[in-house]
């Protein structure tokens, strides 16, 4: 998926069967890599789909522009929406990337389309596993309950949304969307 908003582009990529055993070294060698692009990886199994990181992309965004921002980058500030969490080490706790992580989400910005794309054709070939957006996809039933604990979504909320004809995927995912939207109000 890739997307332009407010003049910064953005792409969302998956990953399945990632090997990473250094995560610093890794992540050191993404960012040379990919400059002048930006990015943020997070571990697949806590992502509710797409929806779930681009609204956590334009609620960073927009904090920037609103001069509401906790943290100092994009990057940094997008991984707090999308963990639902106002401390860092929190977020990165609930979505970071660790040596044991085999499914991934990278999110590439930039400051155009044709950046992006060449920053995640840089990023393909240095990721040590099969490129796959079925990852971010909310299926599972373990992935289910896991982002039910994860964004303290209860089953009475889920059997609300669904009554209203939606699959329960979908609603666990916009119930999420919603959680890392009211990070804004939180602060």
Do not use: C
Not at 32 to 52: C, E, L, N
């Amino acid at each position: 998926m890739r997307a332009v908003e407010g003049g910064r582009a953005i792409s969302v990529l998956g990953f399945r069967d990632v090997r990473i055993d250094d995560v610093d070294g890794f992540l050191k060698k993404v960012k040379a890599s990919i400059h002048p692009a930006t990015f943020q990886m997070v571990d697949a199994t806590r992502v509710a789909g797409k929806p779930h990181l681009f609204f956590a992309f334009l609620n960073a965004q927009r904090s920037f522009e609103q001069g509401r921002a906790i943290s100092e980058t994009l990057e940094m500030e997008t991984l707090l929406y999308a963990s639902g969490n106002r401390q860092i080490s929190r977020a990165i706790a609930t979505l970071g990337i660790k040596p044991q992580t085999s499914s991934i989400a990278a999110m590439i910005f930039a400051s155009s389309e044709e950046e992006v794309k060449e920053a995640e054709e840089k990023l393909i070939n240095l990721v040590s596993g099969v490129r796959d957006d079925s990852v971010l996809d909310v299926e599972e039933r373990g992935k289910i309950e896991d982002l039910m604990e994860a964004f303290g979504v209860t089953e009475l909320e889920v059997k609300t949304m669904t009554g209203s004809g939606i699959t329960m995927s979908e609603a666990l995912t916009w119930l999420i969307v919603e959680r890392v939207s009211l990070l804004s109000i939180k602060r």
